[in-house]
């Protein structure tokens, strides 16, 4: 997915440690024009930049897409990360310059490589049993410097969904509760979607290393003790083996666990593109304005446009933003 921003803002992203949880609240941005999909982003924001090397994350719907444009991006560049798909409901087209043309469908791992430099073109389409509706995140993983510079890359999995004491388990990246993803990463990292029923509640081991944050999609729940809502993500920091998580509302809870050690590199993100400079950063940006071979070419997308231009750079050189 794009961030679609006219005016993004340029984020240094730096490990921060908390004792403590901490509540991010998101922020609405449209995915588009006036009448697109809007979506509600935890990651990046000013207090804080990164959960692990998890660096972007993107929440949406259920969105209705009767009469509605919902999903359609066209051709964007990325560098320096990986992207993370994860649905809870319907479908979307995935094409990239690497030839893949795959369908995300809910509980299905899609991770793209972007290493040097690729486009891809996302489309949500209506079929299946939640045709119509549109639900789920959008994830940045970022690259560490050994590996920023990779081959592009396309992996999908299916982790199947495991009962944990009182919890339903889908792990899509890392190991938890004795499920292990194997899909490989350049960081240590933990991505899954956990369910608990009403009145359940789970103690999650968990490495002591990472930090995690979990991303509340639906019901009420309790994190180590404190109050999380739906759309917010609790953070807390590297130091505990354990995580205990409960179901405090009326519903069931629906949410996403991301965890990972804290990233040592400094980063320098502004709009698509995860580098390391100001000057890196304008460089890619001439070079996909430039339609250069860096990013390559998406076959197949039918869309208004073919290819989505670059918002214009500050007038002054993008600085790092402290992650605190």
């Not at 194997?182 to 960081?187: D, S």
Request: contains cysteine.
């Amino acid at each position: 997915m794009s961030n679609l921003e006219t005016d993004p803002v340029e984020f240094d992203c730096l490990p921060k440690t908390s004792a403590g949880v901490e509540i991010l609240e998101p922020r609405d941005v449209p995915l588009g024009g006036p009448r697109a999909m809007r979506v509600r982003r935890t990651l990046p924001q000013r207090r804080r930049s990164l959960v692990g090397a998890w660096c972007f994350a993107d929440h949406y719907g259920p969105e209705t897409l009767h009469n509605r444009p919902g999903m359609d991006v066209p051709p964007h560049p990325h560098t320096g990360l990986q992207t993370v798909s994860w649905l809870f409901a319907g479908l979307i087209e995935h094409r990239d310059s690497n030839g893949v043309h795959a369908m995300v469908h809910p509980g299905e791992l899609n991770l793209m490589t972007a290493g040097a430099g690729i486009c891809h073109s996302e489309v949500s389409r209506v079929s299946g049993p939640s045709a119509g509706v549109l639900h789920g995140v959008q994830l940045w993983v970022a690259l560490p410097d050994s590996a920023r510079h990779t081959d592009r890359a396309f992996d999908h999995y299916a982790p199947a969904p495991v009962r944990h004491s009182g919890a339903t388990l889908r792990v899509f990246l890392g190991a938890l509760g004795g499920q292990v993803s194997p899909v490989v990463t350049h960081t240590p990292l933990l991505g899954a979607q956990i369910d608990l029923p009403v009145g359940a509640s789970v103690e999650l081991e968990i490495d002591r290393d990472f930090e995690h944050g979990l991303l509340l999609d639906q019901g009420a729940v309790e994190m180590s003790g404190v109050a999380v809502r739906a759309r917010e993500l609790a953070y807390r920091g590297a130091g505990s083996g354990t995580l205990a998580l409960a179901n405090t509302g009326a519903e069931p809870v629906r949410a996403v666990l991301l965890g990972g050690t804290p990233f040592g590199e400094e980063l320098l993100m502004w709009w698509n593109f995860v580098g390391r400079s100001h000057d890196e950063i304008v460089e890619f940006r001439s070079e996909w304005q430039a339609r250069s071979e860096r990013f390559g070419r998406v076959d197949g997308y039918r869309g208004a446009v073919d290819w989505l231009p670059a918002p214009p750079l500050p007038t002054t050189r993008l600085k790092p933003r402290r992650n605190n």
